[in-house]
Each structure stands twice: as C-alpha cells, then as structure tokens.
C-alpha cells in the first residue's frame, strides 16, 4: 500500500497513451483489493488480493476478436499459512486457460512450486471443454477507467457495491526531468567540488570534428544503433573540447563538448528521439546516450567506426591513463570520429544543446555527470 515512489496520475496517463508500463492500485478502506499492470501491446495483468490482503489470484488479458479484453490465464493460489505466504510456496495451485472461442481447460497442482518442497509436486488436468466465452471478456479501459475490472473481484470474493466510487490519490508531482544547471560551468578552469571530494577542472582540445550530411550523432562507437541520438547542425569542421575532472586520485572526462556557433547558449534543451516525450519523465530522470563500451563519441550521421579498428584505434589507445580522447580521421572530403572516456564508464548520460538567442544550435553537450556546477550530483 505505501510504495517508496508512487507515480504522479499524469505521467501514468502520458505512458497509457505511449503504450508503456505502468500499474494501479485499486484499494478500499485501506486495504488492497488488485494491483492493475498494463503492458505494452495492448495486454493488462490484474493481481487479485484477499481480506488478509494476500495476494492470491493472478489474471492474464489480452486483446481479442470482439474488440474487448479476453482473460486468457488465471492462476490462483492456496496457502497454509502465513510463512508459506510470505515465502511463496503454495499448496495448490490451479491455472485457468481461456482460448479465442471459449474453449477452457483447469490445471491443477499440489506440493508447492518446484524446488520449495521434497516431495513432487502432484497435477491434474481437466478439459477443455466449452464456455461462452463472453463470460471471460471484459472492455478494454481508458486511462482511469478502472471500474471495468470491478467484477473481477468477485472472484476472491470481494461484493461490489451498487454504485463504484474510484478516487484517485494525489501524489506529488516532484520537480520534473533533469534540467540543464550552468552547463557552462563544466568547461570553466579552476577548482570545482566532485563526487571524490576537491578537484580542478581543465578544459582540454580533443580536435576538430568534420560535419558533412548536417547530423551529428552522439554514440557509444561500438553500439551505433539504427536510430542514434541525433542533432540538425551545419555542415563544417568544429572544435571538440572535453571538461577534464582532476582529483587527488585520478582524472575523468566530466564532459564533452562540439562548439557550433562561438556564442553564450541563451537556453539548453535536451536531445530526444521522435519517440521520446519528456512528460513521461520524471524528478531528476532524462533520456540519454547509452554507453556499454565506457566510450562514446562524436560523429557525422553518414560516419561509421570500422569494427576491425575499434579495440587497437580506440578502446586499447584509451587504455593509456594519459590519453583521453581519440580521432579516427577520414579523407579530406569524409568524415571522421572522434571518441572519448565516458565519465565513470558505463551508462546512460545526458546531451545538451545549447541555443543562441535566434535558437540556432551554438554547442552540443553530452554530460557524464562527474559532478555539477555546484558540486552536486
């Protein structure tokens, strides 16, 4: 009942829409009646809890002919007591199926889920036979319609009243998406706070970044995917400077930065892909670069990172404690790469454009979060 981060109605519904994860707790007087989880692809899970507030019936539905929601699986459970609750080992366990035309069959199990009992498990199985198969559809739900699943909880014995109140419980909103905070600042020299305690940043040139098709694509270079994190920049050579974290005991890659325009940024924005939607994020939370090779890199959209160069030309010259970028050069009239250290290494971290006052991109960052300009997180 008390989750540690319940989810704002708003992003629920935005994530509805996108066809996303996300779950519902319908509850009465303080007491859990089902916990509704959608998934994508149209299908919806419903846990179904006793007076004890068991957890005792899981129901399975997916999309069907008619239109509505079929409840292809059940599976209920019986326990004999509370320790053999709270360690999931079952006594029976029967499973429901439901074909598309009514056809049901009953499996039933006894002795506990593999492994939690010495004696083997006993099961018996009944059917099919048929059933109208109206009797195990229900409509499909628009965001907060959840009276739809309100019958379902006869089935653990819970009586409906004649009239179904649903109110919706406030949860904080929290203070949105990671935002951009003085992004400047990782590139100015001087002493700065980090995670490992004092340090001094120093901004350090990694070379000029050849630009040909108009996109630069900021990438892991060993997982360049077939749909990057992209940015709409002119065409041209532009210098690339990374924000190098000095501490006591070693050295980082804070940042990277390509300026386009030698121009104060008026705003930052981060970069999406179309199908990224920043109302599906929450506080502190952003959609970044994935990095599996504790790499990234800058590069035109029309580049590529041979895979016969990457371990010799980029990953074992990056292994040198003195060395933290890389170029892989391309003809005059090519593009070419050049790659860095990613911070701490693996993980997602944010990129950043900045914009001029007439909105043209002046610089691209990608942040990896070493520390912030007030020494933060």
Not at 80 to 89: A, I, K, L, V
């Amino acid at each position: 009942m008390a989750h540690p981060d319940p989810m704002p109605s708003a992003v629920a519904a935005r994530r509805h829409a996108a066809g996303m994860y996300y779950a519902v707790l319908l509850s009465a007087e303080e007491r859990p009646l089902a916990l509704v989880e959608r998934w994508p692809r149209g299908t919806w899970r419903l846990y179904l809890f006793d007076d004890r507030s068991w957890r005792m019936q899981m129901i399975d539905l997916k999309p069907h002919g008619t239109g509505m929601l079929l409840a292809h699986r059940s599976i209920r459970w019986q326990f004999s007591g509370e320790r053999e609750h709270s360690s999931g080992t079952w006594d029976v366990q029967e499973t429901t199926t439901v074909s598309a035309d009514g056809q049901v069959e009953v499996r039933s199990e006894s002795g506990g889920p593999r492994g939690a009992s010495a004696e083997p498990p006993h099961a018996g199985t009944s059917g099919p036979f048929p059933a109208p198969v109206e009797d195990f559809l229900c409509p499909v739900p628009e965001f907060g319609d959840w009276q739809v699943f309100v019958p379902l909880l006869a089935q653990q014995g819970h009586e409906p009243a004649t009239t179904v109140v649903l109110n919706d419980v406030s949860v904080d909103e929290g203070s949105g998406p990671l935002r951009a905070t003085e992004i400047e600042q990782l590139f100015s020299p001087g002493e700065c706070d980090s995670l490992e305690g004092p340090a001094v940043v120093e901004p350090v040139d990694a070379g000029l970044l050849r630009i040909t098709s108009g996109r630069l694509v900021i990438s892991d270079p060993g997982w360049i995917d077939e749909d990057p994190r992209a940015v709409a920049v002119p065409p041209g050579e532009f210098p690339v400077t990374l924000s190098l974290v000095r501490t006591a005991r070693q050295t980082g890659v804070a940042a990277a930065r390509v300026t386009f325009l030698d121009v104060p940024p008026r705003e930052w924005e981060m970069v999406l892909r179309p199908d990224e939607d920043l109302g599906l994020l929450r506080e502190g939370q952003f959609y970044g670069v994935g990095v599996d090779t504790g790499t990234a890199a800058f590069l035109d959209a029309t580049g590529t990172v041979p895979e016969d160069r990457l371990d010799e030309d980029v990953f074992m010259a990056l292994d040198s404690e003195s060395v933290f970028s890389v170029e892989l050069p391309g003809t005059e009239s090519e593009p070419n790469v050049i790659a860095f250290r990613a911070g701490r290494g693996d993980g997602d971290y944010p990129v950043w454009i900045g914009r001029t006052d007439d909105g043209q991109v002046g610089c691209v960052v990608v942040d990896f979060l070493l520390r912030s300009a007030d020494g933060g997180e």
